[in-house]
């Protein structure tokens, strides 16, 4: 099916949604993605590039595999799977609707770190969706803010995707170490002596052979959350940014689909979600944020 005629992905995302279109955007190029709306609104974003809702419940354990197979054959349509877990009592309305809505920003954040490439529309593709929805403005306008906050000199957002962390010369992959809470004498000062959970398990996975994506995926995390988290580490003086790009005989680690998860749809032909500046104001914006920096 023929997308209608659009500059970039924000531009065509916004006239589907004046359109009130429901069914699919495939987006070429690297990572690239299928963009899922429902009445013009975006409901997922399913990408190699960043986890999705569903790899989000189940890698961290908040809905545990049998039941999320159970739900998947109560439901055959996975629009309706998520309602699904709500009524069964495994996941409250307002955490489904978090979750999923900071997955609809992060793979639109990580489809924004490659070049633009073509697009086409397609029919609804079940998958398990943010209820509410967002609106596309919304979602560009974010990708616009998070690309800026994660710019640095020398290196853009896109490039140190690609980059694979390293812990600090004095440190082991994964060791604690001095500056690890619960090791620090009481009283101590010193920057990381007091660090929280979700910064230790991230320390702990970095081990100079993953990417950003690849520490994603193996904590169940948003990759903008836990790119942010990597600066912040970085200035502790924990871990270090590799100074050479990702080689193609260094493939990325983590898995890309979830075993058993129908939310999954085929892959995506690729392509990532161009970034441009639009007005200002989101307020489906403050949802997505919502676990950015308190998950994991």
């Known amino acids: 099916m023929s997308a209608p005629t659009a500059r970039n992905v924000p531009a065509l995302l916004q006239t589907l949604r004046e359109q009130g279109f429901t069914g699919t955007v495939r987006v070429s190029g690297t990572p690239g993605g299928t963009i899922h709306l429902r009445g013009g609104l975006v409901g997922a974003i399913e990408t190699p590039g960043a986890p999705t809702a569903t790899s989000a419940l189940l890698t961290t354990g908040r809905v545990d595999d049998q039941a999320w197979l159970t739900a998947c054959a109560t439901e055959p349509d996975a629009d309706r799977v998520g309602a699904h877990l709500v009524s069964a009592g495994l996941i409250g309305a307002a955490e489904l609707e978090i979750v999923c809505t900071a997955a609809v920003f992060d793979g639109a954040f990580a489809m924004a770190l490659g070049p633009a490439g073509s697009w086409e529309t397609a029919d609804r593709e079940p998958t398990l969706l943010a209820p509410l929805g967002v609106e596309p403005r919304a979602l560009t306008e974010e990708v616009t803010r998070r690309t800026a906050l994660l710019g640095r000199a020398g290196a853009t957002p896109g490039e140190l995707a690609r980059l694979r962390p390293e812990p600090a010369a004095d440190r082991g992959p994964g060791e604690p170490g001095q500056d690890d809470p619960g090791i620090a004498a009481p009283g101590d000062r010193r920057p ?19 990417t950003p994506r690849d520490l994603a995926f193996a904590l169940g995390r948003g990759l903008y959350a836990v790119m942010l988290d990597l600066n912040r580490l970085e200035s502790l003086g924990l871990i270090r940014w590799e100074t050479r790009t990702t080689t193609a005989d260094r493939p990325s680690t983590a898995p890309r689909v979830l075993p058993g998860s129908p939310a999954t749809g085929p892959a995506p032909a690729g392509g990532p979600l161009p970034r441009r500046r639009p007005g200002a104001g989101s307020s489906a914006r403050h949802r997505g944020e919502r676990e950015e920096r308190g998950g994991g």
Not at 192 to 210: D, K, T
């Open 192 to 210: 990381g002596a007091r660090l929280s959970q979700r910064y230790r398990e991230l320390l702990g996975q970095v081990n100079g052979r993953r």
